[in-house]
C-alpha cells in the first residue's frame, strides 16, 4: 500500500490560494474598518469638533490671541486713510461680531462699537 505524494503542482496552487482568501479577507476588513471611520466621523465628528472648538474660544490664550489682533486693527484704523478706515471697520465687525467686549479695555470696546455702528 502506497500513499500517493501530492504534487508540486497542487502544494503550491494550495499555498497560492491561501495567500489570495488571507488578501480578500484582509481587504475586507480593512474596507469595513475604513466605512465605520467614515460613519463615526459623519454622525458623531461634528458635534465634536463644535464642542472642541467652543472649548478652545474659552481659553485663555485664545481670548489674549483675539484681544491682541483687535488692538493691532484698532492701531491701525488711526493710522490709515478715510478710505482705508471703512475696510478695516468692516473686517473688525465681521471678524469679532461675536466677541464678548465686557472683558475688553475701554479703547477696545469703543473701537468695536464705532465698527459695529458703521
Known amino acids: ?3 500517493e505524494q501530492p ?8 499555498i497560492v490560494g491561501i495567500f489570495v482568501v488571507l488578501f480578500v479577507l484582509g481587504t475586507i ?7 465605520m471611520d467614515l460613519m463615526y ?8 469638533e463644535n464642542v472642541r472648538r467652543q ?4 481659553t485663555k490664550s485664545y481670548e489674549k490671541g483675539s484681544a ?6 484698532c492701531g491701525q484704523v488711526d493710522k490709515v486713510d478715510a478710505d482705508h478706515k471703512d475696510l478695516l471697520r468692516e473686517q473688525i465687525k465681521q471678524e469679532f461680531s461675536d466677541m464678548n467686549t465686557s ?14 455702528a458703521h
Open 41 to 48: 466621523q459623519k454622525v458623531f465628528g461634528v458635534p465634536f
Open 103 to 116: 472683558d475688553a479695555p475701554d479703547y477696545l470696546q469703543g473701537c468695536l462699537k464705532a465698527a459695529r
Open 68 to 73: 491682541d489682533r483687535l488692538s493691532n486693527l
Open 1 to 3: 500500500m502506497s500513499e
Open 7 to 14: 504534487s508540486v503542482g497542487k502544494i503550491l496552487l494550495w
Open 55 to 58: 472649548n478652545y474660544e474659552h
Open 29 to 35: 476588513i480593512t474596507f469595513a474598518n475604513g466605512g
